[in-house]
């Protein structure tokens, strides 16, 4: 893909964010599962769920897959596809701007880079390398989806304690130029409008999963983007599953209702 391409996405990409909708991915492992995802109309961008790309290659989530093989599996995702495409990256791989550099060499536009609660001052000068790199590159709108994990980490913690570290990171994320900020939790309405508060609408991202408020309500509070993470991957594989059990175990055929595929 051509640099004025990349760029083009990237910039495309910021402004869904920015946008009154609310942003909805649906994340993808690979190109049948983009070219799915991207062919349902109302689609405008694709995101990449790195435990669901290492586990389609056998490999535990958790920067357990090589990195190369990462950026091979999220390149083909890009180039099977018009819409912008953002990748999860975990923790950068040890050094998170230059992993941003090279995936934006494969046409990612965006990114997920998880704190891992590291120092929150070292947290900071990450995102905002994270930024310059990009810039480098000449893709100043760059999307970083800087991840907090100040609740996935502290399960054990006090929500109250583990609401005020997110906000607190997230502030300084923000601050150091990241363009939305990402908080994976089982978040109630309250804790959402505190985030919104403190980030100010269009800066939040969050995750779809049980008892996140609905996603006309979220568009409501001023949340920028929601995703699914692992669990497109669950439900396909679910289905899989259940199809299987069909045939070896009840000796039924392909189901009515199965649509086929182009």
Same mark, same amino acid.
């Given at each position: 893909?051509?640099?004025?391409?990349?760029?083009?996405?990237?910039?495309?990409?910021?402004?869904?964010?920015?946008?009154?909708?609310?942003?909805?991915?649906v994340n993808v492992w690979d190109v049948?599962?983009?070219?799915?995802?991207?062919? %349902?109309?109302?689609?405008?961008?694709?995101?990449?769920?790195?435990?669901?790309?290492?586990?389609?290659?056998?490999?535990?989530?958790?920067?357990?897959?090589?990195?190369?093989?990462?950026?091979?599996?999220?390149g083909r995702i890009v180039t099977s596809?018009?819409?912008?495409?953002?990748?999860?990256?975990?923790?950068?791989?040890?050094n998170a701007a230059e992993t941003v550099?090279?995936?934006?060499? !494969?046409?990612?536009?965006?990114?997920?880079?998880?704190?891992?609660?590291?120092?929150?001052?070292?947290?900071?000068?990450?995102?905002?390398? !994270?930024?310059?790199?990009?810039?480098?590159?000449?893709?100043?709108?760059?999307?970083?989806?800087?991840?907090?994990?100040?609740?996935?980490?502290?399960?054990?913690?006090? *929500?109250?304690?583990?609401?005020?570290?997110? !906000?607190?990171?997230?502030?300084?994320?923000?601050?150091?130029?990241?363009?939305?900020?990402?908080?994976?939790?089982?978040?109630?309405?309250?804790?959402?409008?505190?985030? %919104?508060?403190?980030?100010? *609408?269009?800066?939040?991202?969050?995750?779809?999963?049980?008892?996140?408020?609905?996603?006309?309500?979220?568009?409501?509070?001023? %949340?920028?983007?929601?995703?699914?993470? *692992?669990?497109?991957?669950?439900?396909?594989?679910?289905?899989?599953?259940?199809?299987?059990?069909?045939?070896?175990?009840?000796?039924?055929?392909?189901?009515?209702?199965?649509?086929?595929?182009?």
């Amino acid at each position: 893909m051509s640099h004025e391409a990349t760029r083009s996405r990237a910039s495309q990409l910021l402004s869904l964010h920015q946008a009154e909708k609310l942003l909805k991915l649906v994340n993808v492992w690979d190109v049948v599962s983009a070219k799915v995802v991207a062919d %349902v109309p109302g689609t405008t961008a694709l995101a990449t769920a790195s435990h669901s790309i290492a586990a389609s290659y056998g490999y535990e989530d958790g920067e357990n897959i090589p990195l190369e093989l990462m950026l091979e599996a999220v390149g083909r995702i890009v180039t099977s596809t018009s819409l912008p495409v953002t990748a999860d990256l975990e923790g950068g791989y040890g050094n998170a701007a230059e992993t941003v550099r090279r995936a934006i060499g !494969v046409g990612v536009v965006g990114a997920n880079i998880e704190d891992q609660m590291k120092p929150v001052a070292d947290a900071a000068r990450q995102v905002e390398a !994270v930024m310059k790199a990009a810039e480098a590159e000449g893709v100043p709108d760059f999307v970083l989806n800087a991840r907090t994990d100040a609740f996935h980490l502290r399960r054990d913690k006090d *929500p109250a304690d583990n609401l005020a570290a997110a !906000v607190e990171r997230g502030r300084a994320y923000l601050d150091a130029g990241a363009p939305v900020v990402f908080v994976p939790a089982f978040l109630d309405e309250a804790q959402v409008t505190t985030l %919104v508060d403190a980030f100010r *609408p269009r800066r939040l991202s969050l995750i779809a999963i049980p008892r996140t408020p609905p996603l006309h309500r979220l568009e409501e509070l001023g %949340v920028a983007r929601v995703s699914f993470g *692992p669990m497109s991957q669950n439900v396909a594989l679910t289905a899989l599953q259940e199809l299987t059990e069909g045939v070896v175990d009840r000796g039924e055929g392909a189901p009515p209702n199965m649509r086929l595929l182009n």
